[in-house]
């Protein structure tokens, strides 16, 4: 599509949560765009926190498989941001900056009007890992 290729990365599906995954996301997020980056490619990257639909949808097809789906507002704000993210940015909503600005370093950038949201929403742009903790050193490996 125009898109280009599009990857959904979803950290925190039931039986799988973690305390930290807003910082999950946004390390892997960086680890990814720097290895795009190496390939001389442009990864824009949007990052959202909250709940959405995750599961198996659909009727089991012939060969057995079934789809797996992820629905919601935080699924529909990720595509805007990264729509927005111009140039291989990385944006993230209020809730990731909020559950990550502990480990993270974040730019505040300027509100941002996105299809489907009434009121514009203020984004932020990771710049740094504050402190690696055990976990994000072994997701790194």
Known sequence: ??????????FGC???AHED???????VAQMVQAKIIELNGVACVGITTGNAFCGV???????????YAIVGDVVNLSARLMSKAVGGAILCDEATYTNSKHSIQFNKLKEMTVKGKSQPI????????????????????
């Not at 890992?129 to 994000?136: A, C, E, F, I, S």
């Open 122 to 141: 203020q984004v932020y742009q990771p710049i740094s890992l504050v402190g690696m903790t055990r976990d994000q050193k072994a997701i790194s490996r």
């Open 1 to 10: 599509d125009d898109k280009g290729s599009v990857l959904i990365a979803v």
């Open 14 to 16: 039931p039986g799988s």
């Open 57 to 67: 949808v659909g009727q089991k097809a012939q060969d057995g498989r079934r789809d």
């Open 21 to 27: 995954d807003a910082v999950r996301a946004v390390t």
